[in-house]
């Protein structure tokens, strides 16, 4: 298991809080991250699949019986119910419901998750239609915003890849290297270093303006003058790290020596103020307003942080954006939460993971923050 029983219970009894909060009898999982938060499992959509976690009672899962073995190996919850792929699985879920006397229940649904399809929710309610859904709008997320000592240290390790891989392709970034070399070098050193064989992030050239933040992959070998964009994000049992640096492939010019310097001082701040009881937006004010103002940037469009923690390996959301830094973002800090910060500007960019602690943000990624060049030797 990735985590033992005590953990699991934790997780799931602080749900069960809330549930009687919303005066709920029970709450349906389906999305991928929220069933391996609270079920230690995720499966692929090929087939609707589900769990139910009651206020009071034992919890049960319902999936097709190729997938039966897998789960067990995991879970915790003993009560699994299997189908075959010729039965439609709403039917075999909505059975399972009636037979646990909830046919008539208030039972939670999450209408932001990807498994639940308007097909789908249709269907249960064709199922079920005794049964009133209630909208629990993002719950199984929001109660993942703490991270435990158990995830940290997941956290921790996928960080420590993360400096490994991002020192190895530094070093390797030569005039003639392609984007399709680095990322090579990226995802074998993931599985060396103990990391789950995952996407490999954002490694293109970098460019002026926003979009070599999403860039594509290439097969154009770097020349002298260019900039080889990273961004890494290794998973350990897949908890995310993330991490952005940036390579010139030649000497760096003044402009974008001072340039760096300004972006990594502004950020340097902005994680120095990131402690329990801090507004997000002030935090985020920090880097956006100081790019503005120090002509980093001519406008700010984009997120300069966002959630990280358990990421699922089938890949639908690139970022975890149930908490993020924004003008407009009006929550507080607490202590334990991770973030991806983020800056960029003029064609460079530079990122950390960090998690909240008690004097401020303490960067989980350890690697020197700076702009670097071809031209150095080997980093250690």
């Known amino acids: 298991m990735q985590f033992d029983q005590s953990e699991m219970q934790n997780r799931v009894e602080r749900l069960r809080a809330e549930l009687r909060t919303h005066k709920l009898d029970a709450l349906l999982i389906d999305d991928c991250e929220a069933t ?18 009651p206020t009071e009672g034992e919890a ?13 190996e995991r879970t915790w919850i003993e009560d699994i119910v299997d189908f075959p792929d010729w039965v439609d699985a709403h039917t075999a879920i909505a059975e399972k419901i009636r037979q646990r006397g909830l046919d008539r229940a208030r039972i939670g649904i999450d209408l932001r998750s990807h498994a639940l399809t308007v097909r789908s929710f249709q269907a249960l309610q064709r199922e079920l239609p005794h049964v009133v859904f209630v909208d629990v709008d993002n719950l199984a997320w929001k109660l993942r915003k703490l991270k435990s000592k158990a995830e940290i240290e997941k956290l921790r390790k996928a960080s420590a890849i993360n400096d490994a891989t991002m020192r190895a392709i530094v070093n390797a970034a030569k005039p003639g290297i392609t984007e399709r070399e680095a990322v090579r070098i990226a995802v074998e050193a993931y599985v060396r270093h103990g990391g789950d064989p995952e996407w490999s992030g954002v490694i293109t050239a970098g460019k002026g303006g926003l979009g070599f933040l999403h860039g594509h ?6 020349q002298q003058g260019d900039i080889l964009h990273i961004e890494l994000t290794p998973n350990f049992e897949n908890y995310s790290s993330r991490m952005m640096r940036c390579v010139v492939l030649g000497d760096i010019s003044l ?8 972006m990594i001082g502004l950020q340097d701040r902005q994680i ?15 880097m956006r307003q100081g790019a503005i103002d120090a002509g980093i940037r001519d406008d700010y469009t984009n997120i300069t942080g966002y959630t990280l923690g358990y990421y699922s390996s089938r890949w639908i959301r690139g970022s975890d954006f149930t908490w993020v830094f924004l003008p407009n973002s009006e929550w507080v800090l607490e202590e334990g939460m991770v973030f991806h910060m983020y800056t960029s500007g003029r064609g460079i960019a530079i990122s950390e993971t960090v998690l909240v602690g008690q004097n401020g943000g303490e960067r989980l990624t350890k690697m020197e923050r700076r702009l670097f060049s071809s031209n150095e030797g080997t980093i250690n």
């Open 217 to 222: 992959l290439h097969d154009t070998s770097l």
């Open 36 to 53: 391996a938060y609270y079920f230690n499992y995720e499966s692929s959509l090929s087939f609707y699949r589900a769990g139910l976690i």
């Open 60 to 72: 049960f899962f319902v999936l097709r019986s190729v997938d039966v073995a897998p789960l067990r």
């Open 255 to 262: 402009e974008l020596d001072v340039l760096s310097r300004r």
């Open 272 to 286: 120095d103020a990131m402690k329990p009881g801090a507004v997000a937006k002030d935090v985020d004010r920090i």
